[in-house]
Every structure is written in structure tokens, then in C-alpha cells.
């Protein structure tokens, strides 16, 4: 008994394969499929006869593909979206939470800031009229010491002017009293000096 070959019988050509096929009464599979194609003359996908497979698989492809996408990759991509916008929208959310807090707090330390200036000024003012008052009972108390001393030295002046006013006729005597005598070398007389006065 023959063994079989396991690698597949060589290609024959069109006559070859009719000179076996009379010999044999059969023809060989490899050989067949090339004379069928030798005599359509195409591609089979363009032969009408093989229409009905292609769309029936066509039909069943696309019916598998879309009910992956429908039950499977769409449902996916609408979770993801749906998550992306949710974080966008909470994000979006906070980020004006943030944004009205933070004008909130810039009112409040605006407000503090206004506070702490009319504080200021306040303050200010009254330690400006705490100053002045100050100041001018410093110099209501310095003038009136002053116009003590004016009045204590005025005083003084005019005890000074009495005392000299006072002198004045003995010194007005003595003076004359000098000069009669310096110049008649003699004294003047009492009734004379008065007459001088």
C-alpha cells in the first residue's frame, strides 16, 4: 500500500488537467478550481450568483457591529462624556464658588480697609485737637506767666522811674550847685537852688 503525500499535488494546466481527468475519470481539486476560474474570466465578488452570501454576511457584519457599538462601545463613550462634562460642570462650579468667595472676601477687606481708615483719621483728628489744645494752654499758661513778668517788670520800671523822678531835683541842686561853683567859686544860695528846680 502507497503511502500518502502530505504536500498537495502540483498545479496542472488547463490540458493537462483534461488529459488526467480522461484518464482518471476524476479531476483533481487543485486543478478544478483553477479551470473554473480560467473559465469565469473575474473575481467572483463581482459574479452575481455570489451576491446573495456577500450581503447576507454583509447584513449579519453589520448587524454584529452594530449592536456592539449600540450595547457596548457607544454606552462607553456616553459614560466617559458624561463623566467628562460632569467633572467640566463641577469644576466649573468650584472654580465660581472660588471666584464669589473670594470677591466676597475682597468686599469684606475692603469694607475692613475703609473701617481702619476712618479709624485712622479718627485718631488722627483726635490727637491733632488733643495737641492743639494742649498746645494752646501751653501758650495760654506761657503768655500769662510772661505778662506777669511784663507787668512785674513794668512794675519795676515804674518804681525805678518814681525813685529816679524822685532824685531828679537832687541831682538837678547838685549838678547846678557844681557848676556855680565851678564857675563863680562860690556856692549858690538855698533860695536860688530852688528857683533852679
Known amino acids: 500500500m502507497a503511502a500518502h503525500s502530505s504536500a498537495s499535488p502540483p498545479v496542472l494546466s488547463v490540458e493537462e488537467a483534461a488529459d488526467v481527468a480522461v484518464q482518471t475519470g476524476h479531476m483533481p481539486e487543485n486543478t478544478a478550481h483553477a479551470v473554473s476560474e480560467h473559465e469565469a474570466g473575474g473575481l467572483p465578488q463581482f459574479e452575481t450568483q455570489h451576491w446573495v452570501g456577500q450581503i447576507a454576511y454583509l447584513l449579519v457584519l453589520f448587524f454584529v457591529l452594530y449592536l456592539l457599538v449600540a450595547k457596548i ?3 462607553r463613550m456616553r459614560k466617559v462624556m458624561d463623566e467628562r462634562a460632569d467633572t ?3 469644576a466649573v462650579a468650584t472654580a465660581r464658588q472660588v471666584q464669589a468667595e473670594a470677591a466676597e472676601q475682597a ?3 475692603q469694607a475692613e480697609v475703609a473701617k481702619a481708615r476712618a479709624d485712622a483719621r479718627a485718631t488722627a483728628d483726635a490727637a491733632k485737637a488733643r495737641v492743639t489744645e494742649e498746645a494752646n494752654a501751653r501758650q495760654a499758661a506761657e503768655e500769662a506767666v510772661v505778662n506777669a513778668r511784663i507787668a512785674e517788670a513794668e512794675a519795676s520800671i515804674g518804681r525805678t522811674r518814681d525813685a529816679a523822678m524822685a532824685n531828679v531835683t537832687t541831682i538837678a541842686h547838685d549838678a547846678a550847685t557844681a557848676m556855680v561853683e565851678r564857675l563863680t567859686g562860690k556856692a549858690p544860695s538855698a ?4 528857683g533852679v528846680a
Open 73 to 75: 462601545f457607544a454606552p
Open 88 to 90: 467640566i460642570s463641577t
Open 107 to 109: 468686599a469684606v477687606a
Open 191 to 194: 533860695a536860688e537852688l530852688k
